[in-house]
Antibody, heavy 121, light 112 residues
């Protein structure tokens, strides 16, 4: 059974970058179609990007293009999401989640516990 | 982008009574494979979203059978046959037909 455990909270200055880690257990990170979703305080859920198993490529939401990078370390089964040029509006809880192992991206489950990123001067 | 809407946005419920949440999409969520790519999640306070219903009408593993999903195309419903106190939280629908994947605004369910 896949489990996702994320890195701890971060506080960053505007203009800085943040890297959030998502440690995979129960499968290899390369077997998963990992996705990143964020939730600003008191707000709804926003998909940021993820791996598309149909086209075998990473896809980024338009608003994060050029600012977000998703990477994986297969030696440690850890996925990373880096977001640069941070601004106050990026303050949010960031979640990693995944589609079914080896399957189409028909649902997202499970989810990591979330990582709070605070952007403040 | 596919826009997801939900109603109501707030739903006070009485334990033991039924509850229903509607989710509509700005375009059909039927995939070429015939499945409706619409999922339901419950986010309890301070927790990550948990999958309740996938492909519009399939209960996820471990989800009580008082939860059911129905609908097709662009009109979907989540029903709770008899609400329990542990069901409080925010319910989201989410489409995975096309990127960007999008979520409904959420329906906050709490006890009257």
């Amino acid at each position: 059974q896949v489990q996702l455990v994320q890195s701890g909270s971060e506080v960053k200055r505007p203009g800085a970058s943040v890297r959030v880690a998502c440690k995979v257990s129960g499968n290899s990170v390369s077997d998963l179609s990992l996705q990143w979703v964020r939730q600003a305080p008191g707000k709804g859920l926003e998909w940021m990007g993820g791996f598309d198993p149909e086209d075998y490529e990473k896809i980024y939401a338009q608003k994060f293009l050029g600012r977000m990078t998703m990477t994986e370390d297969e030696s440690t089964d850890t996925a990373y999401m880096q977001l640069s040029s941070l601004r106050s509006e990026d303050t949010a809880v960031y979640f990693c989640t995944t589609g079914p192992v080896y399957g189409d991206l028909n649902w997202l489950d499970p989810w990591g516990q979330g990582t709070l990123v605070i952007v403040s001067s | 982008d596919i826009v997801m809407t939900q109603s109501p946005l707030s739903l006070p419920v009485t334990p033991g009574e039924p509850a229903s949440i509607s989710c509509r999409s700005s375009q059909s969520l039927v995939h070429n494979n015939g499945y409706n790519l619409l999922n339901w999640y419950l986010q309890k306070p301070g927790q990550s979203p948990q999958l309740l219903i996938f492909l519009a009408s399939n209960r996820a593993s471990g989800v009580p059978d008082r939860f059911s999903g129905s609908g097709s195309g662009s009109d979907f419903t989540l029903k709770i046959s008899r609400v329990e106190a542990e069901d409080v939280g925010v319910y989201f629908c989410m489409q995975v037909l096309q990127t960007p994947f999008t979520f409904g605004p959420g329906t906050k369910v709490d006890i009257k």
